[in-house]
């Protein structure tokens, strides 16, 4: 079974999408990949998603990424004495260490790493940005004096965001590592870690991870914009969560970080995925907006690797509608005649290195010469990684003994994944890259195809062999 586009699908599971029925549903609907959200599922939830997720890919026989979301840091209010309080533009509102329920006057914020790090001048955002505070004077690190920018409402325990204020806490809570270890007792295949700051916050989950799943860091803070290159650099991928980020800073800016998120990740060679309220409208509707289209068909344009559904297949009514929907939007980009042109010139240059030139090359040669497909064999994912960096217009296998990494390279553009015995030999190679692009319905006999491995075989990080090579009448492989 093969798709029809290169981007990939992310589908959010969640109560409208537990049942495996309807994740069986939501896969044959274009789903690649299946986010867990840790802030709503327990760990006794986590194993029977994973198990029915697992228990699917048996069925169809492609392997499934599993992405697993940990909570982060969440920051709130304390509670009201007398329900919600409506803030005035101009008022004085206070944030104090007082346990005592709150009035119109003040509230009490439990975070003392907020009271001491939060600086005159600096804006406090009530529920996501409903009310906009900014702090006028500090009282010996016990209360925050604010003047309300914004009026609004608060209510007990909404969430607070400092757009201004780097907070000495790191993004993994004690929650977060429990969850961590649950999901990497279930084998998922991705880690995402919310509120990144700083370059050091992904230590401690790769620590704990050891590579037994790939660490993707999700950008919604401004202090992760001012780091981004440090970031992408100890990630395996990276999340634009267009929503916090919508929020922390102004939402005009938003657009050209993605662009720029987007393209420091494919200069790199690192997956980028595009989330938050892509098909929003569809939480509620059978059919999304003209405006919710064109955002999608943006990120395809772009050629990310990834775009994401939230509430939309998690929630909403009508979830296998949404993935169906942003599978066709993908597809019809895809197959536009501007598709291509547009693409192109993205192409960042080769990286100095044997894996770089080989994959570019292979890239190159495929579209010379209209092959088939591109078939790379690989055991750490590293040269299907560098295969979609290329964002060649010929489909890419990517041949691995790993099921592990076959899930992983699931999130990755335009990369089909099969699993497959080591090759032997030369001649070993060239018949299995003939092989798996018969078989996977890529080429007839006759045409030619591009396999791309590595001398000594099984060997992670040898890339530095290309072979042309005609499919035979049975599928097999012919120099």
């Known amino acids: 079974m093969k798709r029809n586009r290169r981007v990939k699908i992310l589908a959010t599971l969640g109560p409208a999408s537990s049942d495996p029925a309807v994740i069986e549903q939501l896969f044959m609907a274009g789903a690649d990949v299946f986010r867990i959200n840790m802030s709503h599922t327990d760990h006794a939830r986590l194993a029977t998603l994973v198990a029915d997720i697992r228990a699917v890919e048996a069925k169809i026989g492609r392997p499934i990424g599993i992405l697993a979301d940990l909570q982060g840091p969440k920051l709130r209010v304390g509670k009201f004495g007398s329900g919600p309080v409506d803030l005035a533009a101009g008022a004085t509102f206070v944030l104090d260490s007082d346990p005592t329920p709150g009035d119109v006057g003040r509230v009490h914020l439990p975070h003392p790493e907020i009271l001491a790090a939060v600086e005159v001048g600096h804006h406090l955002l009530i529920d996501d940005g409903k009310v906009k505070l900014r702090c006028i004077e500090k009282r010996d690190g016990t209360a925050i004096v604010a003047t309300v920018v914004v009026a609004g409402r608060i209510s007990d325990r909404k969430g607070v965001s400092l757009p201004d204020t780097d907070l000495p806490i790191g993004a993994l809570t004690e929650k977060d590592r429990n969850d961590l270890d649950a999901a990497l007792a279930q084998k998922v295949d991705w880690i995402a870690l919310s509120f990144v700051q700083r370059p050091e916050d992904l230590a401690e989950v790769r620590k704990i991870a050891k590579n037994r799943a790939g660490i993707m860091a999700k950008i919604e803070k401004p202090q992760a914009i001012e780091r981004l290159a440090e970031i992408i650099e100890l990630s395996d991928a990276i999340m634009v969560a267009r929503g916090d980020l919508g929020v922390e800073m102004p939402l005009e800016k938003v657009p050209s970080l993605q662009k720029q998120i987007n393209r420091a990740c494919r200069k790199v060679g690192k997956p980028v995925v595009i989330a938050t309220q892509m098909l929003e409208s569809m ?94 064999l690989t055991q750490s994912g590293s040269t299907g990684l560098r295969a979609a960096r290329e964002r060649p217009f010929v489909p890419v296998i990517a041949l691995t003994a790993s099921p592990a990494m076959a899930r992983r390279l699931a999130l990755v553009w335009g990369v089909h994944c099969v699993v497959a015995e080591d090759a032997r030999d030369v001649d070993d190679m060239v018949d299995r890259g003939c092989r798996a692009a018969f078989t996977q319905g890529f080429a007839r006999p006759g045409q030619r195809v591009v396999v791309v491995g590595g001398v000594p075989f099984g060997t992670p990080g040898s890339t530095n062999m290309l072979r042309i090579a005609f499919v035979g009448a049975d599928g097999s492989g012919a120099l």
Do not use: F
């Open 283 to 376: 939480i509620t509707s059978p059919v999304p907006t003209r405006a919710e289209v064109s955002d999608v068909a943006i990120a395809v344009y772009e050629a990310a690797d990834a775009i994401m559904l939230s509430a939309e297949s998690a929630a909403g009514k009508y979830p296998v509608e949404a993935v169906r929907t942003m599978n066709s939007i993908a597809e019809a980009t895809e197959h536009d005649p501007t598709w291509r042109p547009i693409v192109a010139p993205q192409r960042p240059p080769p990286e100095a290195t044997g894996a770089d030139a080989i994959t570019s090359a292979a890239a190159s040669i495929g579209e010379t010469l209209n092959v088939a497909a591109m078939v790379c």
